[in-house]
C-alpha cells in the first residue's frame, strides 16, 4: 500500500483530509499523488444549458480550480517537507496529477491505478465533500477508500477496530487493509448482536490474523437500538480507536438509502477514520 491517491476539491474538509493522507503516506513510506476533481455533469444538463450558465463548464474557471488546487496541495505538503516524487523513488514523496479538473467517474476509473483513495467524509451540505465522489470510489476503482471525518486524527492505525458482520465485503475489506493492520498495536474484531449474514465468526478471523503475527482480540458488543451503524461507532470510539475497518454497502445501495444501513449510517456520521472497500 504505497501508492496514495488525494483528490482535493474545495469544501470544508479538505485540510483534515491531507492531514490524514499525510498521516497514512509517513506510516506506509509512500507516494501521494494529489488531483483536481468536480462533480460528474448529468447528460441531461449538458444538452439543455449553455457552458455561459454554468461556471465549471468554462475552460477558464476549470483551469484556474484546478490550479487553485493544485496550489494547496502542492504548499501543504512542501510546508510538511515532503519531498517531490523523483522517478523511482521508494520513500515518502508527492506528486500531482497533472491535466484539467477530474470529474466523479474518472476519479473512479483512475483509481483503479493505485493503492487506496483519501476522501473526506461526505454530506448533501454546501462546501461539504460529495456521496457521488465516495461511492464512485468505492464501486469504480477496486480499491479501498480511507474516509476522513471532520477533524483529523493524531495517530492512524495504533488501535483498530474491524466491524465483522462476516460479509464478503468486510473480508475483503480486511485483506485490503493488511499492510495497516501489520503495524498496529491492537487489533479489535468487534461482532454484534443480531447483525451480519452467515459465514465466520469473530473467532474463525481472529485465528487468521494471529496466524498472520497481527496483535489480535475479539469483543461482542450489544446492539440495543437495533441499529449497527451507531453501534458500530460507538464501540469504536469506546475502544479509543484510530481506524475502523468495515466492508462498504453489504446491503444494496437502494435498501441502504430507503431503509438506512450501517454503511449509510457511517458514512454520515463517523469521527474516526475509516477504512471501506466494496
Known amino acids: 500500500m504505497k501508492s496514495i491517491l488525494v483528490p482535493v476539491e474545495e469544501h470544508r474538509l479538505i485540510q483534515p483530509v491531507l492531514e490524514t493522507a499525510l498521516l497514512l503516506g509517513r506510516a506506509l513510506n509512500g507516494y501521494l499523488e494529489g488531483m483536481a476533481i468536480t462533480p460528474n455533469l448529468p447528460s441531461y444538463i449538458a444538452s439543455d444549458l449553455a457552458i455561459r450558465d454554468i461556471p465549471f463548464l468554462d475552460p477558464t474557471v476549470r483551469r484556474e480550480r484546478a490550479e487553485a488546487s493544485r496550489r494547496h496541495f502542492e504548499t501543504f505538503m512542501t510546508a510538511q517537507g515532503v519531498p517531490r516524487s523523483e522517478t523511482g523513488a521508494l520513500e515518502l514523496c508527492f506528486g500531482w ?13 483512475y483509481g483503479r491505478a493505485f493503492d487506496i483513495t ?11 465533500p460529495r456521496l457521488p465522489t465516495v461511492e464512485a470510489a468505492l464501486f469504480e476503482s477496486g480499491r479501498p477508500v480511507l474516509l476522513v471525518p471532520p477533524t483529523a486524527p493524531a495517530t492512524l492505525g495504533t488501535t483498530v477496530v474491524i466491524a465483522w458482520n462476516r460479509s464478503t465485503e468486510t473480508a475483503r475489506t480486511v485483506a485490503l487493509a493488511m499492510p495497516l493492520l501489520a503495524k498496529a498495536q491492537r487489533i479489535v474484531v468487534v461482532d454484534f448482536e443480531d447483525w451480519g449474514v452467515s459465514g465466520p465468526s469473530t473467532q474463525d478471523l481472529s485465528r487468521t490474523l494471529t496466524r498472520n503475527g497481527l496483535p489480535v ?7 440495543p437500538h437495533g441499529h449497527a451503524g451507531e453501534a458500530i461507532l460507538l464501540a469504536a470510539v469506546s475502544l479509543g480507536c484510530d481506524l475502523l475497518v468495515k466492508g462498504a454497502y453489504t446491503q444494496s445501495r437502494l435498501r441502504q438509502f430507503i431503509f438506512g444501513g450501517a454503511t449509510s449510517h457511517i458514512l454520515s456520521n463517523t469521527t474516526v477514520p475509516v477504512l471501506m472497500a466494496h
Open 118 to 128: 483519501v476522501l473526506g467524509r461526505p454530506s448533501d451540505e454546501p462546501n461539504e
Open 97 to 109: 496529477h497533472s491535466g484539467d479538473l477530474a470529474e466523479d467517474d474518472f476519479l473512479g476509473h
Open 217 to 223: 482480540e475479539t469483543q461482542t458488543v450489544p446492539n
